[in-house]
Nanobody, 119 residues
Framework: QVQLVESGGGLVQAGGSLRLSCAAS????????MGWYRQAPGKQRKWVAT???????DYADSVKGRFTISRDNAENTVYLQMNSLKPEDTAAYYC?????????????WGQGTQVTVSS
């Protein structure tokens, strides 16, 4: 089992910045990738960014060049630095951890943190 706790959301004006944090605990040695997803009201949850165990990062086109995912292995924490925020970035942001066991991927989710960008 993996437990994920997000923090760092809030209200910010367009063009501003926020940094989200996701602290992992439990069976963290089994995690091979972590990522961020977001869900706007009335819409499906969408992938935002991923960082693998090897440090490879990937981003959705909508955030590329503005968001940066990183991790602190000593603190078992993943971050999402969000710059040049736009009103369309408004959503609940969820941290995700992937574990692979016996050929199957398992996913764990945090409770989410709200980001609101005002125009």
């Amino acid at each position: 089992q993996v437990q994920l706790v997000e923090s760092g959301g809030g209200l910010v004006q367009a063009g501003g910045s926020l940094r989200l944090s996701c602290a992992a605990s439990g069976s963290i040695a089994s995690i091979n990738a972590m990522g961020w997803y977001r869900q706007a009201p009335g819409k499906q949850r969408k992938w935002v960014a991923t960082i693998t165990l090897g440090g490879t990062t990937d981003y959705a086109d909508s955030v590329k060049g503005r968001f940066t995912i990183s991790r602190d292995n000593a603190e078992n924490t993943v971050y999402l630095q969000m710059n040049s925020l736009k009103p369309e970035d408004t959503a609940a942001y969820y941290c995700n951890a992937r574990i692979r066991a016996l050929g199957t991927n398992y996913y764990y989710w945090g409770q989410g943190t709200q980001v609101t960008v005002s125009s």
